[in-house]
């Protein structure tokens, strides 16, 4: 019995290594590079995974990046002449959706088009123009000038320390913007919309939900005109010196400074200005 029991334990040792597979190591793809010639936009369609993009010390596009299953992959690059087209499609159907790891860097200037599923998307140090449209990733952009529109469903959206013409949409996720300039537009249905920095001669702040809060934190230095209506949402607004209700906040903070308009139709308002 007992060499019974020794073969039995011996047999379970040697069969436990094989249910536990070696992890799979993350493989490099293809690097594609493009003259940017006469190319006018760059159109990125990716599923899932990650997509990070920079501006480009040249008049390169380049492409590359990793695949934890690389075989599952498909990967095409379509030179079109004014246009270039990305299309990352990775058909794993693993629990991650960091699957696929890209990086692109594009020539300032060359417009930007991001299509995607559930990607996550990094923008950092661009200057042009970028569109980005995504069902369910998060949406990062930092350090980028141009005229931009961000759109993610269900994703949450952040952006900080970039300037120029903006506009940031959602219906469920929290967008986020911190210190920037421009003319920036916010507008979701269910989602949060945090602010924090100034507002100053020249900016153009709007700020709409329909029912999810808005919470603005105002850097002392601000110059602005300020108008905070809702419908039936309560406002908050810890600004000395301004015009308040419950449902309206007017004023000025300042002299001769940008406008900040905040309107909800049942979301919660909440205004303070940093000390």
């Known amino acids: 019995m007992k060499l019974y029991k020794i073969l039995v334990l011996l047999s379970s040792l040697l069969i436990l290594p094989a249910c536990f597979s070696a992890q799979p190591e993350y493989a490099n793809l293809q690097t594609k590079t493009i003259d940017a010639g006469k190319t006018r936009s760059v159109l990125v369609q990716i599923n899932s995974g990650e997509l990070a993009i920079v501006e480009s010390g040249s008049a390169q596009i380049e492409i590359n990046g990793q695949a934890l299953y690389p075989n ?9 002449g004014d246009k270039i087209v990305i299309n990352i499609q990775d058909r794993h159907r693993g629990l991650s959706k960091n699957l696929v790891r890209i ?4 020539p300032g200037g060359v417009k930007v088009e991001v299509e995607s599923d559930n990607a996550s998307i990094l923008v950092q140090g661009y200057r042009g123009e970028l569109e980005v449209a995504s069902i369910s990733g998060n949406i990062i952009v930092e350090n980028t000038t141009g005229d931009f529109t961000l759109r993610s469903n269900r994703g949450n959206v952040t952006v900080q320390n970039c300037s ?4 940031v949409v ?3 996720g929290t967008l986020t ?3 920037n300039e421009g003319h920036i537009g916010v507008s979701t249905i269910m989602g949060t919309v945090l602010y924090e920095g100034t507002v100053q001669k020249g900016d153009m702040v709007s700020l709409e939900t329909d029912h999810g809060p808005i919470e603005v934190n105002l850097k002392s230095d601000s110059n602005l005109l300020l108008f905070v209506r809702s ?3 309560d406002i908050a607004c810890m600004v000395p010196d301004l015009s308040s209700t419950s449902r309206s906040c007017d004023g000025q903070i300042g002299l001769n400074g940008g406008t900040l308009d905040i309107r909800t139709v049942s979301g919660a308002v909440t205004l303070r200005l940093a000390p």
């Not at 599952?72 to 079109?80: N, Q, T």
């Open 72 to 80: 599952s992959v498909d990967y095409e690059v379509d030179d079109l």
């Open 103 to 106: 990086n692109l860097s594009v």
């Open 164 to 167: 120029g013409k903006f506009s």
């Open 170 to 172: 959602g219906n469920y």
């Open 177 to 179: 913007l911190r210190d």
């Open 231 to 233: 419908t039936s949402g």
